[in-house]
């Protein structure tokens, strides 16, 4: 290719006679994309929402159940079950809800 010299584009036979219905088009798609990645970022913002609350609450509902332990045995119970401390526990659920997050935007 000599310096310079820009070669022509490879436009399909097919494509060449629509002129400006192929633009149309093209803003058409443009648009479609737009519309479906703003509605993706909000439903990932509502997704963490409802997440979050949800997660809160099953954290409020076990904190209830456990009210009664003294906190180290109430970690050793909850270790025996999952290998982590109570607090590693809403820790750990409140992280998958933020990566959830992370994932859906």
């Known amino acids: 290719m000599v310096a310079g010299v820009e070669r022509p584009m490879d436009i399909p036979p097919e494509v060449i006679g629509l002129g400006g219905e192929r633009d149309a088009r093209i803003g058409r798609a443009r648009k479609w994309l737009l ?45 025996q079950e999952t290998g982590m401390t109570w607090e590693e526990v809403k820790a750990h659920d409140r992280g998958q809800v933020n990566l959830l997050l992370f994932i859906n935007i």
């Open 35 to 79: 519309a479906i990645s703003i509605i993706t970022l909000v439903s990932g913002f509502i997704f963490y929402a409802i997440g979050k609350d949800e997660v809160e609450k099953q954290i409020r509902e076990a904190e209830v159940q456990i009210s009664g332990l003294d906190p180290t045995t109430r970690d050793e119970l909850v270790k």
